[in-house]
């Protein structure tokens, strides 16, 4: 069992420096005045008697993000500073391990009443939603006038699904860990493909997510087995881990400029409806301008069939015959 240093927040506010001592989390929020620096992690520290706050570098934001440091976590502080001001006494951790990630709460601590809480930081209680990625804080603005509260109420997930989502537009090949809820819109059969270097089993499915953000996932070979038949058209998901790349515009002209390959560590898994996520996306353009468009653009027109001729069968110059049908639209854009 980890044991908590003893009078470790007294000894540190009294100047120790080299004590490494181990602290148990207390509180986890965020803070900041500018909303488009990174966000910041405060935490609220417990030796088993006495409590302070403690301010937490940006290198270990992904510690707090991905639950490796959570409320009742055992941290030992490598290295850390106590500069007292006249608005703050705050500890600076600089350097830490973790030596618990879960722990049930050592000693018994005073109840920290969260509105209070808030109020003597001057700011705004914000009901935690872990559904808005932390990007989003920087993005909207609010982060200057709130505190998200991480910790508090927080679902537990036991699939290994990250609870903090990340928009779809936020995804780039350099991140490794996060969370994506999306609904399905499109799901294509699973087929073989033959290259030079390669071949083997292929499926892809398109989903969509809250800001109507539309980007392409795709198995192969063993990830094809395993997910196509978990897959189903208009269904939610929260997908876990892959990886990023940027799509290839010639095949792929969703408008979110990443795809997704799923690996054997991605997590797909069913979520309950979430009538906030569309069921697709469309941006509807006045069929006289299809003319400016270039050639294989992927487009949205709206419009009453008013008239459609019989099938016929063309040839393609590369020989191919194919069908073709004309439908004739009014334009309702």
Known sequence: MAILTTDAIKLIVEGAID???????????????NPEQTTRFRLDIFDGTDKRKATLPKKYNDYIIFEEIKIGSIIKLSEYSYPKSS????????RLEIVSTIHEMIGEPVSLDVDQYCQMDQATQLTPNFDIG????QNSGT???????FGVKRPQSSSGVLSIITPIKNLNPFQTRWTIKVRVTIKKEI?????????????????????GTLTRVSGFNNMADTNYGNIDIGAMYKI??????IANKIYNKLNSGIEITLVPESIVTPCEDDPSIPKNYFSFMPINEITEKSNNSIIDVIGVV??????????????????????KLLDMS
């Open 87 to 94: 608005k703050t006494w705050w500890i600076m951790i600089i």
């Open 240 to 245: 876990s881990g892959g990886v990023v790349k």
């Open 134 to 137: 932390v990007e989003n804080l």
């Open 143 to 149: 982060l200057s006038q709130t505190k998200v509260l």
């Open 191 to 211: 087929h073989q493909y033959n290259k030079q270097t390669r071949n083997g089993r292929v499926f892809s499915f398109d989903i969509i997510d809250r800001e």
């Open 306 to 327: 008013i008239c459609v001729e019989p099938s016929s069968t063309i040839r393609r110059r590369d020989g191919i015959e194919v069908i073709r049908r004309t439908i």
């Open 19 to 33: 004590l490494s001592p181990c602290i148990q989390v207390f509180f986890i929020s965020t803070f900041g005045s």
